[in-house]
T-cell receptor, first 112, second 113 residues
């Protein structure tokens, strides 16, 4: 299909790990991104991974990439109430200055 | 170092009117992209400007037009507004050599009545 797909909602308890999943569309996509959007705000770039990598870790964030299944995940360790937001997965397809293609976002709710 | 800035923050217009939104890219960035984010949706690409020219365009009608100035700032113009144009309009900037990384501004919330 043409869409980047994400589950719409995720609820976790404070201190637990959160795993947000995404299925992207183009196996030749070069970069894959995770953005965070808080209410009424723009998009904050959290992290990105190049397509020749399997994993990237940045403090509490771990990105896993399965190219065979076109599956991307974002793990947030020790989830805090401040992590409550909408998380968007995006892919950048090859061929020059192609734009980002976003999923519909996953709303993460952290319960204290 | 200022990030991407956009103005105005909010805007209310009526159907048929025209609107201009503005964006200043992050320092050192020369490429500006515009996205439309409808409520409950992910951002949809409108177009991208580099060297004062439109380089890429998404699936948006000609009512959507833009401009980039020599200082790399950009404008998005929408003519003959429709109710369906109500959305958050996001500007993203990227540096020439790091065009794969886009940094977003806070957006302009447009409401069409």
């Amino acid at each position: 299909g043409e869409d980047v797909e994400q589950s719409l909602f995720l609820s976790v308890r404070e201190g637990d790990s959160s795993v947000i999943n995404c299925t992207y569309t183009d196996s030749s996509s070069t970069y894959l991104y995770w953005y965070k959007q808080e209410p009424g705000a723009g998009l904050q770039l959290l992290t990105y991974i190049f397509s020749n990598m399997d994993m990237k870790q940045d403090q509490r964030l771990t990105v896993l990439l399965n190219k065979k299944d076109k599956h991307l995940s974002l793990r947030i360790a020790d989830t805090q109430t401040g992590d409550s937001a909408i998380y968007f997965c995006a892919e950048k397809r090859p061929s020059g200055n192609t734009p980002l293609v976003f999923g519909k976002g996953t709303r993460l709710s952290v319960i204290a | 170092d200022a990030g991407v800035t956009q103005s105005p923050t909010h805007l209310i217009k009526t159907r048929g009117q025209q609107v201009t939104l503005r964006c200043s890219p992050k320092s050192g960035h020369d490429t500006v992209s515009w996205y439309q984010q409808a409520l409950g949706q992910g951002p949809q690409f409108i177009f991208q400007y580099y060297e004062e020219e439109e380089r890429q365009r998404g699936n948006f009608p000609d009512r959507f037009s833009g401009h980039q100035f020599p200082n790399y700032s950009s404008e998005l113009n929408v003519n003959a507004l429709l109710l369906g144009d109500s959305a958050l309009y996001l500007c993203a900037s990227s540096p020439t050599k790091g065009r794969n990384t886009q940094y977003f501004g806070p957006g302009t919330r447009l409401t069409v009545l």
